[in-house]
Structures are given as C-alpha cells and as structure tokens.
Antibody
Framework: EVQLVESGGGLVKPGGSLRLSCVAS????????MSWVRQAPGKGLEWVGR??????????DYSSPVKGRFTISGDDSKNTLYLQMNSLRTEDTAVYYC???????????WGQGTMVTVSS | DIVMTQTPLSSPVTLGQPASISCRSS???????????LSWLHQRPGQPPRLLIY???NRCSGVPDRFSGSGAGTDFTLKISRVEAEDVGVYYC?????????FGQGTKLEIK
C-alpha cells in the first residue's frame, strides 16, 4: 500500500528547532516529487516546499515565509523525507503534511499530518 | 507568486442539487511543456486533503464521476452534478505550474 507517515511534531519555543520525518512506503520517494504543506489552525492550506524527483535533479524549493529557515532533505536508505525547521516563529504553528505526486501535476498521496506548536 | 482566487468562499447546497466552484489564477497556468497544472482537492474536518482532479479535468482513481473539472488559462471550475452528504467539507484549487505552488483560499461546501 502506498502511504506516507509523518512524525516529529510537538511543542517548541520561539527560536527553537524541530525536525519532521515522513516515511514513505509502497514506493521510492526519490522517484517522485515530494512536498510539505501546512495548515494553521482554522486556516487554509499553505505550500511550504518541495523536493523534486531524482530525474528532475533532486532540487529543493521553498515558499518565501520559510526560505532560509527550513530545509528539506531525504534519506534514500530509509525512504524518508525530512523537514528541518529552524528559528521557529509562532506563525509556524500548524499541522504539517507530507505529500507525494504520482500523477502529473497532482499531489495524490497525503500523510495524516503532524502538529507543530510554537509557543512560549 | 501566482495568486489563486476561489469563489464562492461558502456554498450552501441542497442534497441532490448541483454545485459549482470557481478558481481564477493571477496569471496563466499553462506550463512551458504545454500542460496546465491545476488541481482540485477536498478536505473533510480533521482529515488530510484528498486529490480529486488534476490537470484541470482528470479525475483521480476512485473519484465519483459526479465531479468534473473544466477551464483553461486562468479560469477554472469544479462542478458536482448532484451533491451527496459525503461531499461536505472544504474544496481547494491548487497550481503546480510554477513554484511557489499556491492554493486558493478554500470553499466550504455545506448542506442546507
């Protein structure tokens, strides 16, 4: 079964760091485009960043609010995608979803999400 | 960044009646490869989003045929031919033609 499972969320103080993990099963994550998407409480969806497929160069791109603070990486041996979040701000509080694209231009597999709360 | 604007933001619908959601982008979503990467997602409370339609009009596996997508360039529409109770929730359009990828604000579909 194709699925994504996120972990690593929790409560962190402003200025702190957290690393989220997304374990892929049923497929090889480096063969597809992967993204992180977040959703603040009661708000809409916001794209955070992506890792392109190996064939597309394995490039990372980020949204403006997180650029320079967040880093996406992957571990082929663990088939796992990561989101390293540094210099966290209260406005980073959200459920963070990992998602993968198995159809052209569509993110069709989503994890259940992991909650990140940034508060003093 | 490409701004995605959805209308309406809320849509009360009677069961069995049609529903329509519009999504407009601030610039053309036609990619350099000739494809248009506009998709529609549905999210129920407490659940992750689910992809319904990609590349304007392609339904994902398992999506009922009462859902259809149309449009071109900067104007797109999601239609539900006959709303069922399970269709409630929030619908988002999303563009992945150009990064940063962007979503519409969401349209809440509720039953009258």
């Amino acid at each position: 079964e194709v699925q994504l499972v996120e972990s690593g969320g929790g409560l962190v103080k402003p200025g702190g760091s957290l690393r989220l993990s997304c374990v892929a099963s049923g497929f090889t994550f480096s063969n597809v485009y992967m993204s992180w998407v977040r959703q603040a409480p009661g708000k809409g969806l916001e794209w955070v960043g992506r890792l392109t497929s190996r064939v597309a160069g394995g490039r990372t791109d980020y949204s403006s609010p997180v650029k320079g603070r967040f880093t996406i990486s992957g571990d082929d041996s663990k088939n796992t995608l990561y989101l390293q979040m540094n210099s966290l701000r209260t406005e980073d509080t959200a459920v963070y979803y990992c998602t993968s694209s198995h159809v052209a231009g569509g993110f069709d597999i989503w994890g259940q999400g992991t909650m990140v709360t940034v508060s003093s | 960044d490409i701004v995605m604007t959805q209308t309406p933001l809320s849509s009360p619908v009677t069961l069995g009646q049609p529903a329509s959601i519009s999504c407009r982008s601030s610039q053309s979503l036609v990619n350099s490869d000739g494809n248009t990467y506009l998709s529609w997602l549905h999210q129920r409370p407490g659940q992750p989003p689910r992809l319904l339609i990609y590349q304007i009009s392609n339904r994902c596996s398992g999506v009922p045929d009462r859902f259809s997508g149309s449009g071109a360039g900067t104007d797109f529409t999601l239609k539900i031919s006959r709303v069922e109770a399970e269709d409630v929730g929030v619908y988002y359009c999303m563009q992945v033609t150009q990064h940063p990828y962007t979503f519409g604000q969401g349209t809440k579909l509720e039953i009258k």
